[in-house]
């Protein structure tokens, strides 16, 4: 069985296969959902560098989990789970370096300083999308993450739910909820 037969295989199968350590099973996994998770953290932490090291990051950790995987679940939701709790670690880590950067002392910044970068921030020149990824950026992660999970990266509510640890009918209503607060900020 070559790599062209495991791109064939369902997402459990590949599990399967990769907790029996044949060689391919895991790296076929990567390939088929690198793409969506790079967009969903993307769209989470604004950064395409950072969204890369956590996109590797998300990997190791659901290769180092892949045993506790339940092959009756979705893998991409299981892993959009992972991600998004490495996306969190993420933020809470920035928030530790702001903070630490206005206490202490001027010397002491630099060791801590958050260099990130808005490249797209400066890119973008249209008032509508900026006004729109300021809307997005201000709403709560419990309404923000179903929103972009079934709307940019086309997992059902269900799916969503199952990542989130939610019910599809909360996913439902937190999306509603979601797109009310956008229009309401973007007018």
């Not at 920035?94 to 001027?106: D, E, G, I, K, T």
């Amino acid at each position: 069985m070559g790599d062209r037969d495991l791109a064939g295989l369902a997402d459990g199968d590949l599990v399967a296969l990769a907790l029996g350590e044949r060689p391919g099973a895991y790296a076929a996994l990567v390939t088929r959902h690198k793409a969506a998770l790079y967009r969903l953290i993307l769209a989470h932490v604004r950064d395409a560098d950072e969204a890369l090291d956590l996109v590797q990051e998300s990997f190791v950790a659901a290769h180092g989990a892949l045993a506790r995987f339940d092959a009756a679940r979705s893998f991409r939701a299981w892993l959009s789970r992972i991600a998004l709790n490495k996306c969190r670690d993420w933020a809470r880590r920035r928030r530790v370096r702001a903070m630490l950067s206005r206490v202490l002392p001027v010397e002491a910044v630099e060791a801590v300083a958050d260099d990130r970068i808005d490249a797209e921030a400066a890119a973008i020149e249209r008032d509508s999308l900026v006004r729109t990824l300021a809307a997005l950026d201000a709403l709560p992660d419990a309404l923000r993450a179903p929103l972009l999970l079934c709307a940019v990266e086309g997992l059902s509510q269900a799916e969503a739910g199952e990542a989130l640890g939610l019910s599809a009918k909360a996913v439902e209503l937190r999306i509603r909820r979601a797109r009310a607060a956008l229009r309401e900020r973007t007018g």
